[in-house]
């Protein structure tokens, strides 16, 4: 399984930014992508996750209803499309396969690709 983030770069706060995390391997649909985000200094934090199918979708509590993940087979690509974006979203954004255990905590995912940093200005 190889995924690999991209979409990041320097936007303004109130914008709206489309990350993509690009899937590939023969067993890459086994497993539900995650999407988590590390800011400078701390830890890794979950953000969003969802099945191949499109369904369930999991989102944590301080971003709902900003940030939307969708799923495109046709493409092989699970997309986090991030409404409103204020500073205190700049991070680097990965995506991973989640393998097993609790959605919300790192340590369920393997896989992880090289993440897309993100930068919001005021």
């Known amino acids: 399984v190889q995924l690999q983030a991209s979409g990041g770069g320097l936007v303004r706060a109130g914008d709206s930014l489309t990350l993509s995390c690009a899937a590939s391997g023969r067993t890459f649909r086994n497993y539900p992508i995650g999407w988590f985000r590390q800011a400078l200094g701390k830890e890794r934090e979950f953000v969003s996750a969802?099945?191949?199918?499109?369904?369930?979708?999991y989102y944590a509590d301080g971003v709902k209803g900003r940030f939307t993940v969708s799923v495109d087979n046709d493409k092989d690509t699970v997309n986090l499309i991030i409404h409103g974006l204020k500073p205190e979203d700049t991070a680097v954004y990965y995506c991973?396969?989640?393998?097993?255990?609790?959605?919300?905590?790192?340590?369920?995912?393997?896989?992880w690709g090289q993440g897309t940093q993100v930068t919001v200005s005021s």
């Open positions: 969802v099945n191949w199918s499109g369904d369930p979708k």
């Open positions: 991973a396969a989640w393998i097993r255990g609790d959605y919300d905590v790192a340590r369920s995912y393997n896989y």
